[in-house]
């Protein structure tokens, strides 16, 4: 069965700071991996999406995310981060056939101004 | 754009009553997908539909139930209420080739008492 595990599970940084949310997954096909930011009191939103081809891949706000097939990782990744990026992140792959969501724990930012 | 519309945006039921939560999905979005987020956990999928059939089901406890009209609008019926159903509820659409590609709405909060 498919699942996401996420390293951290809360993560504080000052302004400035540099961010790296870690994301492991385990699928042994084709994987379509995502990256989807909670802010506070609002619903779910696209910050990124892989697919195929470049394993870098540039999202929305400055993120981007790597994907690394042997180590089953595509972590996210800003070089400096605002106060309003404060959220909860989830990384997700999908069920291919099905097409549901399979989200790994969440891993909450909170930057300091 | 118009988006995934969820209502009612905020409910309150007892135990043991019946709740019933909508989805309106983007226009021509012919595939539609439920996800419950408890209080600090990740989004869990419950059901999808596609052209009115259940497409997928997860974690969906024998107490709810869910279907899909021919507009494409969907609704999900809980019934016998538990404190542990307090949750948000996400719901998502898509185009049905393009499932990879989910809009999520804003969610239903529901709370049990």
């Known amino acids: 069965a498919q699942s996401v595990s996420q390293h951290n599970h809360h993560v504080i940084l000052s302004e400035a700071a540099s961010l790296e949310l870690g994301c492991n997954y385990s699928?042994?096909?084709?994987?379509?991996l995502f990256w989807y930011v909670q802010y506070p009191g609002q619903h779910l939103q696209l910050l990124l999406k892989?697919?195929?081809?470049?394993?870098l891949v540039k999202g929305i706000k400055g993120f981007e995310a790597e994907f690394i097939k042997s180590k089953f990782s595509f972590n996210l990744r800003k070089p400096s981060v605002q106060w309003s990026d404060t959220a909860e992140y989830f990384c997700?792959?999908?069920?291919?056939?099905?097409?549901?969501?399979?989200f790994g724990q969440g891993t909450e930012l909170s930057v300091k101004p | 754009a118009a988006g995934v519309i969820q209502s009612p945006r905020h409910l309150i039921k007892e135990k043991r009553e019946t709740a019933t939560l909508k989805c309106y999905p983007i226009?021509?979005?012919?595939?539609v997908y439920w996800y419950q987020q408890g209080p600090g956990q990740d989004p869990q999928f419950l059901i999808s539909?596609?052209?009115?059939?259940?497409?997928d089901k997860g974690s969906i406890p024998d107490r709810f139930s869910a279907q899909q009209f021919s507009d494409y609008h969907s609704e999900l019926n809980m019934s016998s209420l538990e404190l542990g159903d307090s949750a948000l509820y996400f719901c998502?659409?898509?185009?049905?080739?393009?499932?990879?590609?989910?809009?999520f709405g804003p969610g239903t909060r529901l709370t049990v008492l």
């Open positions: 539909f596609y052209e009115k059939m259940q497409s």
């Open positions: 892989y697919f195929s081809g470049d394993p």
């Open positions: 699928y042994g096909g084709t994987v379509n």
């Open positions: 997700a792959v999908i069920n291919p056939q099905g097409g549901k969501l399979i």
């Open positions: 226009p021509r979005h012919d595939t």
């Open positions: 998502a659409s898509s185009f049905s080739d393009r499932r990879d590609t989910q809009y």
